[in-house]
């Protein structure tokens, strides 16, 4: 799979149909802070189940077929669109997460990256305490994200399914706070969750392969 935000759709079609894209590493990589009994769970129940939905509901339609982000942006804020957005959305925001961390994460960004955080932030750790602000105080199920906007980096949130390419921004990475996302090993303790991600799984790499 392309470490590139542009090119995700490619991983997840196989001619009209949808699949499962493989994970960028083993999945115990990321232990002890997320443990292969969690991504057994999230990776292999929660996002395959999105992309089984969105095959069966995208079925000898005209949409079958076309990039996840081009079905993304169509059924945006149409009610009767809503499964085809949420599921195209949540396969599309699970791929993009599973990028967002790496076993050799954390640390400090690349310099072209940690330039932008300081001008938008004042530092990278102000950066990661804004991030980990948005996740933890996202109500319910959700995603926070670090954004660019224009040229200059935001910290953004989203509920459920929504994802800002449907907004005026490009993710640069985001961290899931759906309860399936760490409740094996974390239990209540969201917090924990977010500031451990923060400090040793975050991909810095991969956010700065997204700079526009």
């Not at 699949?19 to 990776?43: G, K, M």
């Not at 955080?117 to 804004?130: L, Q, R, Y």
Request: net charge neutral; with cysteine.
């Amino acid at each position: 799979m392309s470490t590139n935000v542009d090119n995700f759709s490619k991983a997840a079609l196989s001619g009209n149909t949808y699949v499962l894209a493989p994970l960028p590493y083993a999945d115990n990589a990321l232990e002890p802070v997320i443990s292969a009994n969690t991504l057994s769970f999230h990776y292999g129940k929660h996002h395959k189940a999105y992309v089984d939905n969105l095959n069966k509901l995208l079925a000898d339609t005209p949409l079958a077929g076309q990039s996840l982000e081009q079905i993304i942006k169509v059924t945006a804020g149409q009610a009767d669109k809503a499964g085809i957005f949420n599921n195209a959305a949540q396969i599309w925001n699970h791929m993009f997460y599973w990028h967002s961390l790496s076993p050799k994460g954390g640390g400090e960004p690349p310099v072209a990256l940690k330039q932008k955080i300081e001008a938008a932030f004042g530092s990278v750790d102000n950066c990661k305490k804004e991030l980990a602000n948005a996740a933890v105080t996202q109500f319910g199920s959700g995603w926070a994200w670090l954004v660019q906007e224009g040229d200059k980096l935001a910290i953004a949130k989203t509920s459920n399914a929504e994802t800002p390419i449907t907004r005026n921004s490009r993710p640069l990475l985001t961290i899931d706070v759906w309860e399936h996302a760490y409740y094996i090993d974390f239990q209540n303790r969201r917090p924990d969750y977010v500031n451990t991600v923060l400090d040793k799984l975050i991909n810095w790499e991969f956010a700065a392969a997204n700079l526009s």
